[in-house]
């Protein structure tokens, strides 16, 4: 069946300091979701790609889905302590009526 | 407007017991899915219901079901509880199948088995 990893597993960071999470599919993608989840808390949607190469910005975050559409990043820019939390990549695969697949997650942690 | 709203927040069940959790979506969404989340397996997929049809299924069990009322409201239930079966469970509503518009996740029922 459909996988979907993420690296790094865990990061702790400096505050101030730039992260990146990668996402990788086992199979292609039609679109792509990304959710953080706070410590003790259910995720949270943040933002859905869908085209081929798209990169998509709010504030310091940035999504980006491959060319191949089978991965992405979301990269943060100067982290802050409220960018703690898990972050999940979420896809489905292309072709239709198929489940969203969450990727295994990248938990950072921010250090003052 | 209110979000999803999952009850119980917290259960504590015997082995071999069953238990039955509810899920009510946002008003307006007609898709419910549910996810088991535990720290070893990450968000597993359980099942999805639009206007009271299983829709998707996830490879769980079959002592794992559910159901969604005309009013978009679902349960899940899961009988003869096992020890693997702690975690956190989570529900998610959307207006469009699949969650292609996002999902809204609820604040999940942690599940306890002893």
């Known amino acids: 069946g459909q996988q979907v990893m993420q690296i790094p597993q865990y990061q702790h960071v400096q505050e101030g300091e730039d992260f990146t999470t990668y996402c990788n599919s086992s199979t292609t993608l039609s679109n792509i979701q990304w959710y953080k989840q706070r410590p003790g808390g259910h995720p949270v949607f943040l933002i859905q790609l869908v085209k081929s190469g798209e990169v998509k910005k709010q504030k310091r975050l940035t999504f980006q889905f491959g060319e191949a559409k089978k991965n992405s990043s979301l990269h943060i820019t100067a982290t802050q302590t409220t960018d703690v939390g898990t972050y999940f990549c979420?896809?489905?695969?292309?072709?239709?009526?198929?489940?969203?697949?969450f990727g295994t997650g990248t938990q950072l942690k921010v250090e003052l | 407007k209110a979000g999803v709203t999952q009850t119980p927040r917290y259960l504590i069940k015997t082995r071999g017991q069953q238990v039955t959790l509810s899920c009510s979506p946002i008003?307006?969404?007609?898709?419910v899915s549910w996810y088991q989340q535990t720290p070893g397996q990450g968000l597993q997929f359980l099942f999805e219901y639009f206007s009271e049809t299983q829709r998707n299924k996830g490879n769980f069990p079959g002592r794992f079901s559910g159901r969604q009322f005309s009013n978009s409201r679902s349960e899940m239930n899961v009988s003869t509880l096992e020890l693997g079966d702690s975690a956190l469970y989570l529900c998610?509503?959307?207006?469009?199948?699949?969650?292609?518009?996002?999902?809204?996740f609820g604040s999940g029922t942690r599940l306890t088995v002893v």
């Open positions: 979420a896809g489905r695969e292309a072709g239709g009526g198929n489940k969203l697949t």
């Open positions: 998610a509503s959307s207006t469009l199948l699949q969650g292609v518009d996002g999902y809204t």
């Open positions: 008003s307006g969404h007609r898709s």
